[in-house]
């Protein structure tokens, strides 16, 4: 039997940067305090504290890996590393206040849109005591993140094997490594952190790849005092590098188009990414590190020392198919057996971000609004039609590819805060945006999309692979995003 909680006016779901932005813009910017945010780990920082894998770090700079109206002039380097970003996420809570409305090993289990209270009833469930509660509330605002649930790793003999298998996503910080045969399964940016933070300790290491990928040297730079002691109180200093910084990653944005200055460019980043392949990785792997498709199709990995790891006599990668697990190995299609201490899973996060649990007017579910509009989407990547007072931060659409995933959170922070005052105010008791809207919003986007690199075939977990429907990335500048949601087109919305 659920016991009911007090009603409250905004519940945000999810405690990393989208639900830190968000509480703290609903402070700063509304001076509102009438709300709860609830996290599903035992700590806030979503992805940031669930990946404490060996060399986990960002791959922007952290000038740009940081909220606008939070800026840190303690970073310790160019790219840090987890602990960093973690300790900055809760820097920030604490600074604005918002610590004290968070409630940790709280999970979202659903919500329905009450149309004569206009409001939403949510039920959740205490991961501590395994208590469900449900809990009305004026406004929904998922913050719930991506990089958080492993993809499946599901093999003959997985049930058998005698030693550890852990992912990057639920490191077990008591796994040991040293002096161990270490499988690693996969090649994408958690893989490529990963081994050559564990390389030296390991007795054998066996990376198992898929799919080619481009690397980009990353030269990781420590940040010196003086420009700590600039950033900190030389006025405007931190505005200038910011901007100097992202205009330099929005640069790289005229690649993504399938046009000839595109096809130029993309020439001209693959031909960087082979000479750093060639120039630091053992011959007998240039193939394996040749990609077949296009540059930025996927994502782009930028290199904090693993190519040249390849070239460590105990380093040893295939692409050569996993089929088989037994208790001491791992088995592939040619019959080869990689004997296995541990195996480390890098194998990715399954899309589980937009499984919301939740039923709008009339009892619409999200899996029926979407095939209405023929896949995931969601007008400026936050609104639905038959979704009244809910939105999402880092909804579908809201990846730019190029810049900070820090960038498109604040821009939609900052329409959902425009969108909301006259709730909060009591003027209007709904708001919703309009079906023609979302729509015309979703036709443009997927045009767009189709004439991008994204197109490609890849096989990116960007697209949808049966339909062809990308619902992650943003086809336009981030120019374009900020001026979209910094003057939103009120004729799109519907109060009531």
Same mark, same amino acid.
């Given at each position: 039997?659920?016991?009911?909680?007090?009603?409250?006016?905004? +519940? &945000?779901?999810?405690?990393?940067?989208?639900?830190?932005?968000?509480?703290?813009?609903?402070?700063?910017? +509304?001076?509102?305090?009438?709300?709860?945010?609830?996290?599903?780990?035992?700590?806030?920082?979503?992805?940031?504290?669930?990946?404490?894998? =060996?060399?986990?770090?960002?791959?922007?700079?952290?000038?740009?890996?940081?909220?606008?109206?939070?800026?840190?002039?303690?970073?310790?380097?160019?790219?840090?590393?987890?602990?960093?970003?973690?300790?900055?996420?809760?820097?920030?809570?604490?600074?604005?206040?918002?610590?004290?409305?968070?409630?940790?090993?709280?999970?979202?289990?659903?919500?329905?849109?009450?149309?004569?209270?206009?409001?939403?009833? *949510?039920?959740?469930?205490?991961?501590?005591?395994?208590?469900?509660?449900?809990?009305?509330?004026?406004? +929904?605002?998922?913050? &719930?993140?991506?990089?958080? *649930?492993? $993809?499946?790793? $599901?093999?003959?003999?997985?049930?058998?094997?005698?030693?550890?298998?852990?992912?990057?996503?639920?490191?077990?910080?008591?796994?040991?490594?040293?002096?161990?045969?270490?499988?690693?399964?996969? $090649?994408?940016?958690?893989?490529?952190?990963?081994?050559?933070?564990?390389?030296?300790?390991? /007795?054998?290491?066996?990376?198992?790849?898929?799919?080619?990928?481009?690397?980009?040297?990353?030269?990781?730079?420590?940040?010196?005092?003086?420009?700590?002691?600039?950033?900190?109180?030389?006025?405007?200093?931190?505005?200038?590098?910011?901007?100097?910084?992202?205009?330099?990653?929005?640069?790289?944005?005229?690649?993504?188009?399938?046009?000839?200055?595109?096809?130029?460019?993309?020439?001209?980043?693959?031909?960087?990414?082979?000479?750093?392949?060639?120039?630091?990785?053992?011959?007998?792997?240039?193939?394996?590190?040749? =990609?077949?498709?296009?540059?930025?199709?996927?994502?782009?990995?930028?290199?904090?020392?693993?190519?040249?790891?390849?070239?460590?006599?105990?380093?040893?990668?295939?692409?050569?198919?996993?089929?088989?697990?037994? =208790?001491?190995?791992?088995?592939?299609?040619?019959?080869?057996?990689?004997?296995?201490?541990?195996?480390?899973?890098?194998?990715?996060?399954?899309?589980?971000?937009? *499984?919301?649990?939740?039923?709008?007017?009339?009892?619409?579910?999200?899996?029926?609004?979407?095939?209405?509009?023929?896949?995931?989407?969601?007008?400026?990547?936050?609104?639905?039609?038959?979704?009244? *007072?809910?939105?999402? &931060?880092?909804?579908?659409?809201?990846?730019?590819?190029?810049?900070?995933?820090?960038?498109?959170?604040?821009?939609?922070?900052? +329409?959902?805060?425009?969108?909301?005052? =006259?709730?909060?105010?009591?003027?209007?008791?709904?708001?919703?945006?309009?079906?023609?809207?979302?729509? /015309?919003?979703?036709?443009?986007?997927?045009?767009?999309?189709?004439?991008?690199?994204?197109?490609?075939?890849?096989?990116?977990?960007?697209?949808?692979?049966?339909?062809?429907?990308?619902?992650?990335?943003?086809?336009?500048?981030?120019?374009?995003?900020?001026?979209?949601?910094?003057?939103?087109?009120?004729?799109?919305?519907?109060?009531?």
């Amino acid at each position: 039997m659920a016991t009911q909680r007090p009603f409250t006016p905004v +519940l &945000v779901i999810g405690g990393g940067f989208s639900g830190i932005a968000m509480a703290c813009q609903l402070k700063a910017k +509304l001076g509102f305090e009438e709300f709860i945010l609830y996290e599903r780990s035992p700590d806030y920082g979503g992805t940031w504290f669930a990946n404490q894998y =060996p060399g986990c770090g960002v791959d922007i700079p952290s000038i740009c890996y940081s909220l606008s109206f939070a800026p840190n002039p303690n970073f310790s380097k160019v790219f840090p590393d987890q602990s960093e970003i973690h300790q900055y996420i809760k820097d920030v809570a604490k600074r604005f206040g918002v610590e004290r409305h968070i409630e940790c090993n709280i999970s979202w289990e659903g919500g329905d849109w009450q149309e004569e209270n206009k409001s939403w009833i *949510n039920r959740f469930k205490d991961l501590t005591t395994g208590e469900y509660f449900t809990q009305e509330s004026k406004l +929904l605002i998922s913050c &719930v993140g991506g990089l958080v *649930n492993p $993809n499946e790793f $599901n093999f003959p003999g997985i049930d058998h094997f005698r030693g550890e298998i852990v992912h990057s996503a639920r490191w077990k910080h008591d796994v040991v490594l040293k002096d161990k045969d270490v499988a690693v399964v996969g $090649n994408g940016c958690s893989a490529t952190q990963i081994i050559p933070a564990i390389a030296d300790e390991v /007795s054998h290491l066996y990376q198992f790849i898929r799919t080619p990928q481009y690397y980009f040297p990353r030269p990781n730079l420590t940040i010196p005092s003086r420009w700590k002691w600039m950033l900190r109180y030389v006025p405007g200093f931190d505005t200038f590098f910011r901007w100097a910084i992202f205009l330099l990653l929005e640069s790289d944005f005229a690649q993504f188009y399938l046009n000839k200055r595109g096809e130029r460019l993309r020439e001209k980043a693959r031909e960087m990414s082979q000479k750093h392949i060639k120039k630091h990785a053992p011959k007998e792997y240039w193939d394996m590190l040749t =990609p077949k498709y296009a540059v930025g199709c996927k994502r782009r990995i930028f290199d904090p020392g693993y190519v040249s790891c390849l070239a460590r006599p105990n380093v040893h990668m295939t692409d050569d198919p996993i089929v088989e697990i037994e =208790p001491q190995a791992v088995v592939t299609k040619s019959g080869r057996h990689y004997p296995s201490d541990v195996i480390i899973l890098a194998n990715g996060f399954a899309v589980s971000q937009f *499984n919301i649990p939740i039923r709008g007017r009339n009892g619409t579910t999200l899996h029926e609004h979407w095939a209405r509009f023929g896949g995931l989407e969601a007008y400026k990547a936050t609104a639905m039609t038959d979704f009244p *007072n809910f939105f999402i &931060v880092l909804g579908p659409n809201a990846s730019t590819g190029h810049t900070s995933v820090i960038y498109s959170i604040e821009c939609t922070v900052q +329409l959902i805060i425009r969108m909301i005052r =006259p709730i909060l105010k009591k003027q209007k008791a709904e708001v919703e945006v309009k079906y023609e809207a979302e729509k /015309s919003w979703s036709n443009t986007l997927q045009k767009a999309l189709k004439q991008r690199v994204w197109a490609d075939q890849c096989n990116t977990y960007y697209v949808d692979q049966k339909t062809g429907w990308n619902f992650a990335t943003y086809p336009f500048s981030s120019w374009h995003l900020w001026w979209v949601n910094r003057f939103p087109s009120m004729k799109d919305w519907r109060y009531e």
